[in-house]
């Protein structure tokens, strides 16, 4: 049984001081708070929980930067969904095995050591089913298996175009299921999980679902996690008032018995008393402030939704870029930049913005996936340190050491990274990192020759 000491770790979202975990078998046997180190611990200065990343389309990491060329003036979010489209005509299962690999290690070592696949390439390059109608869920799986990063499947259900049940567009052929094809993919997909993998279904959006398909989906899957696009960008909440008469998120509400099951992506664009009744809901706000900047989605009125009370978890989405601290970063400057004020997201009781938005983020993520949060007796042993040695540590205090990691570190501040108890990061660095990245170059020269 390994067992590791912390002067301080983050246990039921604060820290405490001298804290040895004894881990066997990937999971955490014991906790221990107010001891000293003994022989046999490994010494480390700060431990935490890992964080779950809630929303990311691991193969979207691959066209990182190669987006940002303005190519008319009113480039927007669907002139780079046309650009998405191209860049995945070519993938084939190994391409995206090796693209999604290099976005899990980047997870891995920013401090996420959960990810939320929400899986919407099920088909092959011309549309057509493959022989095995998992093969692209098990590219997915190999990535997770090769970086070590824990895997919450979410096989996405896409049919139509559009609200209405459109004709979905030539660029969607390889997305498209019909609900017997589903149920086939979700068996096959099931079969691809290991270890403490596990699987929930992700209706892409109301563009892409009718409300009978979305009610048969949620028929199939009784339990775990149930994801959704909803409310990114205006023209959508738009399209969906012109076809039903509710905005997006109003209209889950309303109709889809939206519960602690449910992570909404995104929710952008939200009324008042959409915010309330999310808050209300007890569903995750799957929130991805760094892709919604980079493709201005808009802002997330998170002052308001945290006020109420309302969870949320953070998304790596795109993967334009992939850091856990970034994102909440990102999502408390998005509000500051907004409202002209500073330390926003943070209350008279929890203060300090860094350390809010890691108990918010640790907890809304898990409940998105399904997993228990934290480091506690029972959960996977997924503990992220922190390096002491980094300059933006110089004397650090409990009360700021979050914020300093989030607000002000650059990359470079996470030295170790545990997943299921096996040590997948040392000194910052995936301990696979150059296999992965050597694979990842040879890919990515391949698809742009
Ligand atoms: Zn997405």
Redesign the pocket.
């Known amino acids: 049984m390994a067992s590791l000491w912390f002067e301080r770790a983050w246990i039921g979202n604060r820290w405490e001081r001298g804290v040895r975990l004894r881990i066997a078998d990937g999971r955490i046997a014991a906790v221990e708070i107010g001891v000293a180190q003994e022989a046999g611990d490994e010494r480390h200065r700060a431990g935490l929980p890992g964080l779950c990343n809630v929303?990311?389309?691991g193969f979207q990491r691959g066209m990182a930067g190669l987006s940002e060329r303005r190519s008319r003036p009113d480039d927007n979010f669907w002139s780079w969904r046309e650009i998405m489209y191209r860049f995945l005509d070519r993938l084939t299962p190994d391409d995206v095995a090796a693209i999604t690999a290099q976005a899990y290690a980047e997870m891995l070592e920013t401090g996420f050591t959960r990810v939320g696949e929400?899986h919407y390439l099920h088909r092959d390059p011309v549309g057509a089913a493959y022989a095995d109608p998992a093969e692209m869920a098990g590219a997915v799986a190999r990535a997770s298996a090769t970086t070590g990063i824990g895997l919450t499947l979410l096989p996405v259900f896409y049919a139509h175009g559009n609200f209405g049940a459109a004709s979905p567009s030539p660029g969607q052929r390889r997305f498209l299921s019909n609900i017997d094809s589903f149920a086939a993919l979700l068996d096959a997909s099931r079969s691809k999980l290991a270890g403490d993998a596990n699987m929930g279904i992700a209706p892409h959006s109301l563009r892409a679902v009718t409300p009978e398909e979305l009610a048969a989906l949620i028929k199939m899957s009784p339990a775990g996690p149930v994801h959704i696009?909803a409310a990114?960008q205006v023209k959508e909440v738009a399209d969906c008032v012109d076809w039903s008469g509710a905005r997006p998120v109003e209209w889950l509400l309303d109709n889809a018995g939206v519960d602690e099951r449910w992570c909404l992506?995104?929710s952008t664009h939200l009324e008042e008393s959409e915010v309330q009744r999310l808050a209300a809901s007890g569903a995750v706000a799957g929130l991805?402030p760094i892709?919604e900047g980079n493709l201005g989605d808009g802002i997330f009125p998170a002052v308001d939704y945290l006020a109420a009370g309302g969870r949320f978890g953070v998304?790596t989405?795109?993967n334009i870029l992939v850091d856990a601290a970034q994102e909440l970063r990102a999502l408390e400057y998005s509000q500051r930049l907004a409202q002209r004020a500073r330390a926003l997201l943070a209350s008279e009781e929890a203060p300090f913005v860094g350390a809010n938005l890691f108990a918010r983020a640790l907890d809304g993520g898990a409940q998105a996936l399904g997993v228990p949060a934290g480091l506690a007796v029972g959960h996977a042993a997924d503990i992220v340190t922190l390096d002491f040695d980094h300059p933006s540590f110089a004397g650090a205090d409990d009360a700021t050491l979050l914020d300093r990691w989030i607000f002000a570190a650059r990359t470079g501040a996470i030295d170790g990274v545990w997943r299921a108890g096996v040590k997948r990061v040392e000194n910052g660095r995936h301990v696979d990192a150059e296999a992965i990245a050597a694979a990842y170059r040879t890919c990515i020269a391949r698809l742009l020759a």
Do not use: L, V, Y
């Open positions: 929303h990311s389309h929400f696009h990114e992506i995104h991805c892709t998304g989405d795109s």
